[in-house]
């Protein structure tokens, strides 16, 4: 018997087996039983996550019971104190989100462990700011982001409200892993166990709140600007409508979109990466001339911004909204002489390289981190204990930044407030998002940055990202549409490459990603996604004017995709 059969026969005929399961197991085809059972759900860069459904590849509620059975092992082994600091539990819209909340809090209790969770669905950044305000040891988030509807998934956080870096998830895993019986695991707490659960409302919200008020530069600027704003069926409807009230912001709501809707029924797709999330916003905004389109993922940790420019509805990217993002803010503290000294901002290897020259602008350093918020929320973290330097910012090219880290993950209600902000304040000087970003480009050179993601599901699917990186790294290209690789940098065997020799890549933790320079100042990256079964193609092409670098993006990207088959 193969050990799919043995894993699926285990599962199918297991006595504590969840009976909703039971059918769908039994009228499963072969390939469906080998994609659910071929291999066990593990950790990414953003925590476990999959499709719903039985197996061991999948979320349901017997493989998160696994998970937070060894995260419960791994609290018990850190001693009595961490127990009682216990752990905070938030949830989203999406199927099963808060029965599995509940249920990770009856199986904590059940281990003497305490918890405190949200009465109802609330942003990541909530949950991360939460663990704070309750001084727990770790937190855990059932969400899956912007992934689709048949997707849920399982963050942990430590007591920093950090996502857990990998020599903690580490800890954690090894704890899991020694798990063999997931099915096994119940949930049964006493009634007195049962008082170690404390549901969570309006006080932490309330104290968020204030925190994200205290990002304002410019709290008194003429709020003359129409928003439309969606939460795209998912928890950013109330804090974000309540913080631009409380602000004096115009918001109008996307109404077909307020619904906490697990199937996402009124949005072609959740995620502001693409263009779908934007559809229903954009005739909101032409009906209301609004000047600015604000979207937020389901969980709230990632938004996407619209601009009205010259009549028009542009949608900037990550890197894009990231880099006005930077320029405003540094510029406010400049001008309010706030810049602290020996200033600081944060991005990935992956990101864009105009929000560094925007940030050396102003006299602000740049260090990169991998992709996944943890490891900028490390570097807040270390820099709170040294004092070295001093926060700034913090973007991914993915849609998702930190203004102010009482928060140690993206916050997306954070980053519509300063962004409605800088429109408001720029509008003062008759100008628009797009034409700060434009301004940019003038002065630190024209950039145009995209991603390719390839999706290959399934174990095949796995192998075949396996092998084009493996390719790459066996032969690397020496140039790129014509355009000599100059240097590059391998993450995984952490070297750089650069004119015949070979040197260290140091302060990464291992990682599969590699990152090709080339001789016009563009790069190129590849990495497998962390969270779903893609192979992800990052390009940063820089080019004389914005035809110039769309041309060269336009034949990198075919030379890529020739190159790996992709």
């Known amino acids: 018997m193969s050990l799919v059969e043995e894993r699926y026969e285990k599962w199918v005929h297991h006595p504590n087996l969840d009976p909703r399961y039971k059918d769908v197991l039994e009228n499963m085809s072969e390939e469906e039983k080998n994609d659910a059972f071929y291999t066990t759900i593990e950790f990414g860069t953003a925590g476990m996550r999959g499709l719903l459904g039985p197996g061991t590849n999948r979320i349901n509620i017997h493989t998160i019971r696994k998970a937070t059975q060894g995260y419960a092992n791994y609290i018990k082994k850190n001693g009595e104190e961490a127990c009682k600091a216990g752990v905070a539990i938030g949830y989203d819209n999406r199927h099963m989100s808060r029965e599995l909340a509940f249920d990770c809090a009856d199986l904590l209790a059940k281990n003497n462990i305490a918890s405190f969770v949200y009465d109802s669905l609330r942003p990541t950044p909530m949950l ?122 115009t918001c109008i709501p996307v109404e077909e979109q307020c619904t906490p809707d697990p199937d996402f029924s009124c949005t072609p797709t959740p995620n502001p990466e693409q263009p779908g999330a934007y559809e229903l916003a954009l005739k909101y905004a032409k009906e209301n001339d609004a000047d600015l389109i604000l979207v937020c993922d389901p969980d709230a940790d990632r938004m996407g911004v619209g601009v009205k420019h010259n009549g028009e509805y542009v949608v900037m990217t990550g890197n894009q909204s990231g880099s006005v993002e930077i320029e405003y803010i540094c510029s406010q503290l400049r001008a309010q002489h706030k810049m602290p000294e020996h200033p600081v901002m944060f991005n990935t290897v992956v990101t864009s390289d105009l929000g560094e020259k925007v940030a050396a602008d102003y006299g602000v350093e740049t260090e990169k981190t991998l992709t996944g918020f943890k490891f900028i929320g490390e570097k807040v973290a270390k820099y709170e204990i040294t004092h070295e330097k001093n926060y700034v910012f913090g973007y991914e090219e993915s849609y998702g930044s930190l203004v102010k880290p009482f928060v140690r993950d993206k916050d997306a209600p954070q980053a519509l407030l300063i962004l ?104 190129v990256a590849v990495r497998p996604s962390g969270t779903e079964p893609k192979c992800k193609f990052y390009y940063c092409i820089r080019g004389t004017d914005k035809a110039d670098a769309h041309k060269k993006t336009e034949l990198a990207q075919k030379a890529m995709s020739e190159l790996t088959g992709a």
């Open 128 to 249: 991360s700011f939460a663990v704070r305000y309750n001084h727990c040891f770790g937190g855990i988030m059932i969400t899956a982001s912007h992934n689709p509807k048949e997707y849920n998934g399982y963050k942990l956080y430590d007591d920093k409200g950090c996502q857990l870096i990998p020599a903690l998830a580490d800890a954690v895993i090894k704890e899991v892993n020694a798990i063999e019986d997931e099915l096994a695991i119940d949930a049964n707490c006493t009634e007195e166990q049962k008082k170690l659960i404390t549901v969570m409302g309006d006080d932490v919200d309330q104290d968020y709140y204030k925190h994200v008020l205290s990002i304002q530069l410019n709290p008194d600027v003429k709020k003359d600007i129409k928003i439309v704003f969606s939460p795209e069926h998912g928890t950013a409807n109330i804090p974000v409508r309540d913080i631009f009230k409380m602000t004096g912001y």
């Open 420 to 523: 409605a902000e800088a429109c408001a304040f720029y509008k003062q000087q008759g100008k628009d998002l797009v034409d700060v970003l434009e301004e940019l480009y003038q002065r630190h050179g024209t950039y145009e940055e995209s991603q390719v993601a390839l999706t290959l599901s399934g174990e095949e699917g796995a192998k075949r990202i396996q092998k084009i990186l493996s390719d790459l790294r066996a032969e690397a290209p020496k140039e790129i549409a014509g355009v000599k690789v100059v240097k590059s940098e391998d993450f995984q065997t952490q070297t750089i490459h650069e004119n015949g020799e070979v040197r260290p890549l140091e302060g990464f933790t291992k990682s599969n990603v590699l990152k090709y320079f080339l001789e016009d100042g563009s790069w």
